[in-house]
């Protein structure tokens, strides 16, 4: 069994030892002592959950732009955490992203998450980035599997 501070327990597999979904601080995305981690900070606005993104250089696939995986991580990353602040016990079984346009370093992006759909075991969700100007950069949907 894991142990880590709050957490939900769940079974893996057919008969298999109980894990915990937990927190530790060192998630990549959110983690305040992950020292290579994004330390994404969380706040509700209304029924979304909000965060804010610096594309820093070392963020980059091609030369000035962010690496498409790590902005799929972010917006993972607000449709997971949301979950987990409603206390709704899932993880992500499939992550659906759309990219609109690059981003470029130095950007700052605002990812806004929310719960669209629940039905008990599969949770749906979707994330939203835009820019400074309000321009839609990227989006994701989720469905998330209740353990």
Known sequence: MVSTGN??????GNGGDE???????????????????????FRFEGDEYVTEFEVRP??????GIVHGGLLATV???AMARLLWEKELNAITGRLTVRYHEPVKVGER???????TKDRSRLIETEAR???????????????????
């Not at 957490?7 to 893996?12: L, M, N, S």
């Not at 980035?129 to 353990?147: F, I, R």
């Open 75 to 77: 917006l993972d990353e």
């Open 19 to 41: 894990l915990r979904l937990g927190v530790d601080d060192m998630c990549f995305a959110c983690g305040e002592k992950n020292p290579i981690g994004l330390k994404l900070a």
């Open 7 to 12: 957490a939900f327990p769940f079974r893996v």
């Open 129 to 147: 980035a835009t820019n400074a100007e309000g321009a839609l950069v990227a989006e994701a949907t989720a469905v998330s599997m209740g353990v």
């Open 109 to 115: 992006l605002t990812v806004r998450a929310r719960i």
């Open 58 to 63: 070392e963020y980059q696939g091609w030369a």
